[in-house]
């Protein structure tokens, strides 16, 4: 199948992680550790017995550009679904959901999906851009602002924060701050709400509605120590924190052309906040896909699934499908080197303790995705494969320069302003034209049987 | 007086005009020609004359953070407008009203200030951001996008522009375009209408309400070169023309701490504009303070007001009052530098053709302020000095750094990101605390009596 490994010249341009990013990651590794704990591993003994009949890989699927646009079906994915249940319509692979949308319950999007794929969904197969928040739980009990739409407080609720204010709490409390829109200024004096409490950190869910309103009090909370009747002698730096989930610049639907996503709005915040106070918004997590937070906790979820189902062998090859290079190709890149540093780290650890590794030393010399097993007692997978279908963000019609090196130079990044550049982390290890031949792809590589 | 020239140390931050903004200076000098013509100059016959207890100066006034903060009075805005006027409650010098806001028509404006100030003023003495407009009549007869709030398409029409297009019937002929609100998108699929005319250019009067959908849809127009259902190959740069009213990035409302102005939406407009295509987004024009354009604008009206009062003299000295350095102080002392220029300009001119200069030059030589006459025919002002007040933007608290040269570098430029760094221009003539002292001061300057 090497030559279905299509080199995505397009975009050359790849990125780094920033040295804030690797800070991020420090948190994703204790994150990790959490979700080892959460979900209890495959016994050891299993390692060598045979799992005939049971898949030992996984799926991630984007949604919005792959599956639907807007509230459109693309039409290969009802197609590429059949394939993945049997008879009784149970998935006979484990399949997750991994979107960046953020702005709804991952319930209702399970019955949006299980309507338009005529597939039972269930929630538990979908994440959310800001699910791994519940990992985040030294938030838990602070004062949070939340911003976003549709039933964000709730949740932020759900989510186990237990404090938690909205955009429209702070405009009562506070009336004078919100005045960009002539026919919302007070009418009267009013004085602000004293036995307010202090904002203590600014979870960004998804993009708001009156984006004015938003970024006017959340610079605000920035300025003031998170007090926003107070007067700014001098801004605090760094300022509360600030989490956000979704970093897409833009996402496909209906339109031709892309549509606005979080990402846009943060963008807005960022040069905002820095052209007023001269320092950069600085972000507590980014999470949503591309982070490694939010594959980490996919991955689980593709444990969990397996396990419920009785599917007791390894989860070993994880397949990421999207239509964003900079989110979902990047994001799934970053995992497969994070899986497998992991695993070089832990080969090296025991040697240097003098255990025996001499299986795991033969199976990190083998080609990735033909090694089967698992490393040092872990029970991630162990490689993550990116695969890229032109029904959204991406287009193969797009222009190619003739000169590789020109769109280094040429291609405008749109990921975000803290993941850098790295050529090879945005070009997919396969280009599809759809979603069912990203299906058909998979089981080929797996040697799966078509039902 | 010198004893009041304070130095305005804590601005030290100034900026220089960038390469664009003198292009737009070209535009400028055509305009400032077709003022000459409009305002019909005094006869040169009276250049000699004495226009005894006729005023020779004029006031420009900016409105926020000196007469008002939201819609409360500032108490001594009541007071020095009692001795701008006589014992009929007429003025007795060219009053002008120069303000930055721009979604509201001028007659409203002069209603509030009359109520408020108890002075009668008429909408010939006031100047909303976009009144320039209508000079630049090429623009008159295309299609053009007007964003802003209340009723810019009357004001629009008003101005002379005859095609206008709001954002609401652009999100009506093109209804995917818009789908940041999750309750604003269409529930059915509706086909763009094709009649729908291309859009020619984007005018920015101010901030309007729901950011998210201008934003979106005047990058649509960039993107698509004016047909934003149209698919986006490769964008066109540069872009369709944007001319905007209003750079102010915040402004004094009743909160303690400065509101976001028009300038705060440019900034998001531009930072997203240059994330998607990674070029900068051009302005045609950037109207109202500090720009040459406005000032110019602002003594014709200061003409016009002397000549329908009777006033013949010429108007040889204007005084701009305002709270914000980078709006009102930049912007007077621009036009100072403009009109210095160009009397040099007319003085060497006239050496070169050999003609008698005698007059002129021992005016060139003579300490600003204090020269008499007009220069090479020219009926402009000589100079305009900028008065600082304390009561908005601007406070005399503001920390300052021991040592001059750190203010250079630690203050944060909040001027447009088309004018340049130059500190001469953010410091003011003169700072005092409030309107009333500033009239005070310029009486005194003048020997005007009070009343």
Redesign the interface.
């Known amino acids: 199948m090497a030559a279905l490994r299509t080199r995505f010249n397009s975009f050359k341009t790849g990125w780094q992680q920033s040295p804030h990013l690797l800070a991020l990651n420090g948190r994703f590794n204790a994150c990790r550790q959490r979700c080892i704990s959460l979900s209890k591993c495959g016994n050891n003994n299993n390692r060598n017995s045979l799992f005939k009949n049971q898949p030992t890989f996984g799926l991630l699927f984007d949604i919005d550009g792959v599956l639907v646009r807007?509230?459109?079906l693309i039409p290969a994915a009802k197609e590429s679904f059949k394939k993945l249940v049997d008879r009784n319509g149970e998935f006979q692979v484990p399949v997750v959901f991994v979107t960046n949308a953020g702005?709804g319950v991952r319930q209702a999007k399970a019955e949006l999906l299980s309507q338009v794929l005529e597939v039972e969904v269930s929630q538990d197969q979908v994440m959310l851009s800001h699910s791994p928040l519940r990992m985040l739980t030294q938030y838990h009990n602070k004062n949070v602002l939340v911003s976003g739409?549709?039933p964000v407080a709730e949740i932020a609720q759900n989510m186990g924060f237990q404090h938690v204010v909205t955009i429209e709490m702070l405009r009562e409390a506070?009336p004078?701050?919100d005045?960009?829109?002539?026919?919302r200024?007070?009418k009267e004096?009013i004085p602000p709400d004293k036995d307010f409490p202090r904002i203590e950190a600014v979870i960004l869910f998804g993009?708001p509605?009156?984006?004015?309103t938003n970024?006017?009090l959340i610079?605000?909370l920035l300025?003031?120590n998170g007090y926003?009747?107070?007067?700014?002698?001098?801004p605090p730096y760094p300022h509360i924190p600030v989490l956000a989930c979704n970093m897409d610049?833009?996402w496909m639907?209906?339109?031709?052309?892309p549509?606005?996503g979080h990402g846009?709005?943060l963008?807005?915040l960022?040069?905002?906040y820095k052209?007023?106070?001269?320092n950069e918004l600085k972000y507590e997590a980014l999470i949503g896909k591309p982070s490694l937070i939010t594959y980490n906790y996919a991955e689980l979820l593709v444990r969990q699934q397996a396990k419920s189902r009785g599917w007791s062998g390894p989860i070993r090859r994880l397949y990421a499908i999207g239509d964003n290079p900079m989110a979902d190709i990047y994001g799934a890149n970053l995992y497969n080197h994070s899986l497998q540093s992991a695993q070089r780290s832990r080969v090296q650890a025991k040697m240097k303790a003098g255990q025996v590794v001499e299986e795991e030393g033969a199976e990190a010399g083998s080609p990735a995705g033909e090694r089967g097993g698992k490393l040092g007692g872990s029970c991630h997978a162990e490689s993550c494969r990116s695969i890229l279908v032109c029904t959204g963000v991406y287009s193969r019609h797009e222009?190619l320069p003739s000169d590789p090196h020109e769109s280094v130079t040429q291609r405008?990044?749109?990921g975000h302003r803290d993941f850098r550049f790295d050529p090879s982390l945005v070009e997919a290890s396969y280009v599809v034209q759809d979603v069912n031949e990203a299906v058909d792809l998979i089981f080929t590589q797996e040697n799966w049987p078509l039902n």
């Open positions: 807007g509230r459109t702005n739409q549709g506070y004078l701050l005045v960009v829109d002539q026919n200024r007070p004096q993009e509605i009156r984006w004015e970024l006017q610079v605000d300025l003031t926003p009747a107070n007067p700014v002698m001098s610049l833009m639907a209906e339109a031709k052309i549509r606005f846009s709005f963008v807005c960022e040069s905002i052209k007023i106070t001269g222009e405008v990044f749109h």
